[in-house]
């Protein structure tokens, strides 16, 4: 809780301090009523946000190939198990496609074949699941940046949302996870399509899943089918922003 609070109130700050910076900066064209309009405009705000926090990004720890854990575990959903996805496992994921929407300019629909062609970016990280269990792990994938500004979110974007294929022993909502603007933009939160140079496997999540490497295991959703972008969580599911966040009270931000 305190995490959540003190890295709201952080960017708020950071915020509110880069705005009055800027209209100090820029009384005397404020004045100007053309100036003025291109200033505030939402989008222009919105892009100024995206800059401002994709310079203030602090990295989480990376490893060395040989400090891998010899074991990386499966856990939570092992296999979705449904038969629209093994049908997808049975043809190598072929016909699939990560539906990109929401609030965004430029909805995609891109195969493997896409995101295997957008620079790749690989990672060493620790993995901490709250179940007391933890992995240092090699992951590989685009960077979501690269997915979102080829979608080009909206100015009244906020979240990303990440809709799963599975249903969390049987529950009766998919398992889905959500993150903020500024770990979207994070130069480490990853569209994970290998794991220690292989394809994820289907325990770990094929054919993608997420790697927001500041958070803990439960954000880290496998078998990602959409990123839906939102302005508010309030209306996914229960409202809390995650799986785990509705059916148990889990903290949202789970940063490590
Ligand atoms: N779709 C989906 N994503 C999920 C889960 C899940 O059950 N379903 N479990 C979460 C939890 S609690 C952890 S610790 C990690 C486990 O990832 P792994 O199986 O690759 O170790 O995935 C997370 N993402
Ligand atoms: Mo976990």
């Known amino acids: 809780m305190r995490q959540i609070i003190t890295r709201r109130q952080a960017l708020t700050t950071g915020l509110v301090a880069g705005a009055g910076t800027m209209l100090a900066g820029c ?37 060395r190939p040989d400090q891998r854990s010899p074991i990386f575990r499966v856990n939570g ?18 016909d699939w496609k990560l539906v990109v929407d929401g609030l965004v300019e430029r909805p995609l629909k891109l195969s493997l074949a896409d995101l295997r062609s957008m620079p790749l970016k690989s990672q060493i990280t620790l993995h901490n699941c709250v179940e007391g269990w933890s992995a240092i792990g090699q992951w590989v994938g685009p960077q979501l940046k690269t997915v979102l500004d080829a ?4 100015s009244a974007a906020r979240f990303l949302v990440f809709h799963c ?12 996870e959500s993150i903020d603007l500024y770990d979207a933009f994070h130069p480490q939160t990853l569209l994970a399509l ?3 140079n292989h394809l994820l496997s289907v325990g770990h999540g094929a054919p993608v ?18 990123v839906e972008a939102v302005a508010t969580l309030e209306h996914i599911y229960r409202g809390h922003g995650g799986f785990w966040e509705d059916a148990a009270g889990y903290e949202w931000y789970a940063g490590i």
């Open 194 to 196: 290998g794991l220690n």
């Open 77 to 94: 959903t092992a296999n979705p198990n449904t038969d629209e996805y093994n049908a997808h496992v049975a043809n190598g994921f072929a």
């Open 165 to 176: 294929a599975d249903h969390y022993h049987g529950s009766p909502w998919p398992y889905y």
């Open 27 to 63: 009384d005397k064209l404020g004045q100007n009523e053309t100036v003025r309009k291109i200033l505030y405009k939402d989008s222009d705000w919105n892009n100024s946000l995206q800059r401002s926090l994709s310079t203030a990004h602090s990295l989480a720890p990376q490893f």
């Open 151 to 154: 979608a080009k979110l909206k």
């Open 209 to 226: 899943r997420l790697r927001a490497e500041r958070h803990l295991g439960y954000k880290q959703a496998k078998y990602v089918m959409r």
